[in-house]
C-alpha cells in the first residue's frame, strides 16, 4: 500500500502493546495463542468495546504477566494491513513501574531481558523498525504491510516533534 492507500484504511480490529521497561530492561512475553503465537513481543491484546486504549493496555498486561503498569505513555500508533484482508491498528504504550507479581498465563510466558539484546529475530519483523526508535524516547507512526508472517513493506515516520502525536 502506498501511502495515499493508507488515508482510507480502515482496520478490522483496534489493539495495544505495553512494554514495561526500567530502561535497562524490558519485559517481553514469549506469546502461547493468538495472534503472532510463537513470536516474542509485549503483552496487549484488543480494545473492548467502550474501553480506551489506555485502559486496554493495563487490563491486558494485567491479564497476561499480572502486572499492573504504571507511568504509561503513548509512544507509537501502528497499522498492519494483512494480505488476508485482515487489518490492525495498535497504540503502542511505554512503562516506567508497575506493581504485582510477574505471572505465566495461558496466554503469556513473561521474562525480563536486557533493552541491548532484544531478540529481533524472534519477533514480528516490523519491531526492529520502531521498538529501537521508541526505547530511544522518539514517538512514532508505522505502516505496514504482511503476507503471513513476510512484511513485504515498512514506513516509520518519526513524530516526537508533532504537537498531535
Known amino acids: 500500500m502506498n501511502a495515499e492507500d493508507w488515508k482510507y484504511w480502515t482496520p478490522t ?5 505495553c512494554f514495561i521497561t526500567d530502561d535497562v ?26 474501553e480506551t486504549a489506555y485502559d486496554a493496555a493495563v487490563r491486558e498486561t494485567q491479564e497476561e504477566v499480572g502486572l ?9 500508533t ?3 494491513a494483512f ?27 513473561p521474562f525480563w531481558c536486557d533493552i541491548d539484546a532484544i531478540p529481533y529475530d524472534r519477533m514480528w519483523n516490523d519491531d526492529r523498525h520502531w521498538l529501537p ?7 512514532v507512526t508505522g505502516y505496514f ?16 516533534g508533532d504537537p498531535e502525536a
Open 13 to 17: 480490529d483496534e489493539a495495544v502493546l
Open 25 to 50: 530492561q524490558i519485559l517481553l512475553i514469549h506469546k502461547k495463542r493468538g495472534l503472532g503465537q510463537g513470536k516474542i513481543n509485549g503483552p496487549g491484546g484488543r480494545i473492548e468495546p467502550g
Open 68 to 76: 499492573t503498569p504504571h507511568g504509561l505513555r503513548s509512544v507509537a
Open 78 to 80: 501502528l497499522s498492519f
Open 83 to 109: 494480505s488476508d484482508g485482515y487489518g490492525l491498528r495498535c497504540e503502542v504504550f511505554l512503562a516506567s513501574g508497575w506493581s504485582g507479581a510477574l505471572t505465566e498465563t495461558d496466554e503469556a510466558l
Open 133 to 139: 526508535d521508541v526505547l530511544a524516547g522518539r514517538t
Open 145 to 160: 504491510t504482511f503476507h503471513g508472517d513476510t512484511m513485504t513493506s515498512c514506513r516509520v515516520i518519526d513524530r516526537s
